[in-house]
């Protein structure tokens, strides 16, 4: 198994030697801008839709590729299964040291589309199982709003970037936080001082206005997420008819590993219906959050206001920090599905 490549230094000597009181004192202009590659803390609900598979091994991938550093998954569907099947694609994919968030007094029964959790326990002709894991007791997991404190607090200022693609409820019980062990600031805070971007899979824009199925699942936690969420830190939506023509097919996804049975997304399409409509909504966040603006077309700038049913109601504003994605033709959509190919034929070694 591939041994995750050894960190980057990422950060100036000066800022490594800056004590938190005194990057406490430091006042935003007076702060050196963050320039290194992206750090990415991946925040999505897996156990249900299989883009958000994708869009944790592109992760891993990207940073194999010194493209990206990956500081943490936060599962936000409750249930130690699915925290299960997020061990078991670290561990598969070399990457068993990135930390593990799970999501504790979230969402109740929220809908699966694709049952899949239970694949992490599969096993081989032997009776033995196919999948190693890097955990021991799944309860011993952090919080995931207290995972987002303890990497938070641990980056240079400005510098996070969160890519959302389940529900928000770690992110609301984050903002609603009060300062602790790891840094004086409470959750409102440590996101205004240490976040640098948020690229969130959601959201209706245009002429529809229409509920938003992850908003909707965790109204609550949503209302709390878009009312506390510090208007300096930018916000980028990627609507579901961004990713909605990118379709990877299970028989595209079976073929693409051919060279083995003993890879979780491959048994997930051997074993569940994923024949269901699935598309690859949630890699469009991933891929904006290490590749940059460049690879999308996005709005203009505005305010997001969310309704009481879960409604987006976009506002331009040209000092707005949120933006949303527009959906691109078909050469666009065959160059993101031929992204998402690439990576997940890539051998693990």
């Not at 980057?8 to 030697?17: E, G, K, N, R, S």
């Not at 801008?33 to 249900?48: E, H, K, R």
């Not at 878009?226 to 939506?237: A, G, K, N, Q, S």
Request: glycine fraction near 6%; proline fraction near 5%; include cysteine.
């Amino acid at each position: 198994m591939k041994q995750r490549m050894k960190k980057h230094i990422f950060l100036l000597a000066a800022t490594v030697i800056c004590s938190s009181t005194l990057m406490m004192s430091c006042g935003k202009d007076n702060i050196l801008p963050y320039t290194g590659v992206p750090l990415v803390i991946l925040d999505a609900d897996i156990g249900s839709s299989t883009d958000d598979l994708f869009a944790l091994e592109m992760l891993y991938r990207y940073e194999e590729q010194g493209k990206c550093r990956l500081l943490g998954v936060v599962v936000d569907r409750e249930g130690e299964a699915n925290a299960r099947f997020a061990d078991v694609m670290g561990t598969y994919f070399g990457h068993a040291d990135i930390p593990i968030g799970l999501v504790r007094n979230g969402v109740k029964d929220p809908r699966v589309w694709i049952d899949y959790a239970h694949v992490a326990a599969t096993e081989d002709s032997n009776g033995q199982p196919m999948f190693a894991c890097s955990i021991n007791d799944y309860s011993q997991l952090p919080d995931g709003w207290q995972l987002y404190r303890r990497l938070l607090a641990a980056q240079p200022d400005h510098s996070v970037s969160i890519v959302s693609t389940g529900f928000v409820t770690c992110l609301a019980q984050l903002l609603q936080s009060a300062p602790d062990s790891y840094s004086p600031l409470n959750g409102v805070e440590l996101v205004r001082r240490k976040v640098k971007c948020i690229y969130v899979m959601g959201g209706v824009f245009g002429e529809a206005e229409e509920p938003d199925f992850n908003f909707t699942q965790s109204i609550e936690f949503s209302k709390v997420f878009f009312r506390l969420w510090p208007l300096e830190v930018d916000m980028v939506f990627s609507p579901m008819e961004v990713g909605q023509n990118v379709e990877y097919t299970p028989e595209q996804v079976i073929a693409d590993v051919s060279w083995t049975d003993v890879h979780p997304i491959k048994q997930v399409y051997l074993q569940c219906n994923c024949n269901t409509g699935q598309r690859m909504w949630d890699a469009m966040a991933a891929i904006h959050a290490v590749e940059g603006d460049n690879q999308f077309s996005l709005s203009e700038r505005g305010t997001v206001q969310l309704t009481d049913n879960a409604e987006t109601i976009f506002t331009p504003s040209a000092t707005g920090n949120c933006r949303y994605q527009l959906p691109g033709d078909a050469a666009w959509a065959a160059a993101m599905l031929d992204r998402i190919r690439t990576f997940n034929k890539m051998k693990v070694e």
